[in-house]
C-alpha cells in the first residue's frame, strides 16, 4: 500500500532550538500534505494544509511563523518549529495525500514525538 | 460546521467480550466520508476503514463491524470477541469531499481496555 515515512520519530531538544521534522511519501506522489498535532490524552487537531510548490494554509490558532511547513517536492513536505519551548512538547502527525495504481490515497505517517526541555 | 463526537472517553471490558464504540457526526455535506483509526500506545495510526456517505451498507471484517446509519448520523464500530490485543484509543473522523480534501475532523477518541 501507499507509504509515508516521518522522520524522526522521537526528538528531544533544547527550548529555544529549532527542529525539523520530515514527512516522505515512498511509493507515490503527494500533492498536498497534511500536519496534525496531538497532546497527551488528546485528539488530533490540524494544525496546517500544505501542496506541492506553493505556501501551507494553517488553521485558525496555528502561528504561522513558529510552524513553517515546507513542501517542496511532491514526495517532501517539512515541519519546523522554530524557537521551541516546552509547551510546544507533542506528537506530531503527517498525512498524505495523492494517487497511486489510478487510485485515491490518504496515508498517515507514524507521528514524531517532540520533547522540548 | 463539521463536528465527530465520541461520547465515551474510556472503556474497560474482559476479555471475549463484544463492545461497540459509539460515534456521531454533524455535517452540512452530501458527500463526505467516515474513518475509524485504532492508535496503539506507540502513537501510530491504524487505518480500520473508510465509508462514503453513499453507501450505508454495514461491514463486517473478521471480528470488526461496522454500522453506518445517516438517519442518525452515527457510525458505530463493534469489536465482537474482544481480545487484550485490541487495546487502544480508536478515532472516529470525518472528510468532507475526499476527492478534493482529505482534511480529517478526529472524534475525541474512545480508549479501549481488554482485560485478561
Known amino acids: 500500500g501507499a507509504v509515508v515515512s516521518q522522520h524522526p520519530s522521537r526528538v528531544i531538544c533544547k527550548s529555544g532550538t529549532s527542529v525539523k521534522i520530515e514527512c516522505r511519501s515512498l511509493d507515490f506522489q503527494a500533492t498536498t500534505m497534511f500536519w496534525y498535532r496531538q497532546f497527551p490524552k488528546q485528539s488530533l487537531m490540524l494544525m496546517a494544509t500544505?501542496?506541492?510548490?506553493?505556501?501551507?494554509?494553517?488553521e485558525q490558532g496555528v502561528e504561522k511563523d513558529k510552524f513553517l511547513i515546507n513542501h517542496a517536492s511532491l514526495t517532501l513536505s517539512t515541519l519546523t518549529v522554530t524557537s521551541a519551548h516546552p509547551e510546544d512538547s507533542s506528537f506530531y502527525i503527517c498525512?498524505?495525500?495523492?494517487?497511486?495504481?489510478?487510485?485515491?490515497?490518504?496515508?498517515f505517517g507514524a507521528g514524531s514525538r517532540l520533547t522540548v526541555l | 460546521a463539521q463536528k465527530v463526537t465520541q461520547a465515551q472517553t474510556e472503556i474497560s471490558v474482559v476479555e471475549k467480550e463484544d463492545v461497540t464504540l459509539d460515534c456521531v457526526y454533524e455535517?452540512?455535506?452530501?458527500?463526505?466520508?467516515l474513518f475509524w483509526y485504532k492508535q496503539p500506545p506507540s502513537g501510530e495510526l491504524v487505518f480500520l476503514i473508510r465509508?462514503?456517505?453513499?453507501?450505508?451498507q454495514n461491514e463486517i471484517s473478521g471480528r470488526y463491524s461496522w454500522n453506518f446509519q445517516k438517519s442518525t448520523s452515527s457510525f458505530n464500530f463493534t469489536i465482537t470477541a474482544s481480545q487484550v490485543v485490541d487495546s487502544a484509543v480508536y478515532f472516529c473522523a470525518l472528510s468532507e469531499g475526499y476527492n478534493q480534501g482529505g482534511k480529517l475532523i478526529f472524534g475525541q477518541g474512545t480508549e479501549l481496555s481488554v482485560k485478561p
Open positions: 500544505s501542496n506541492e510548490g506553493s505556501k501551507a494554509t494553517y
Open positions: 498525512s498524505a495525500r495523492g494517487r497511486r495504481s489510478g487510485a485515491n490515497v490518504l496515508t
Open positions: 465509508r462514503n456517505s453513499f453507501d450505508e
Open positions: 455535517t452540512r455535506d452530501t458527500t463526505y466520508y
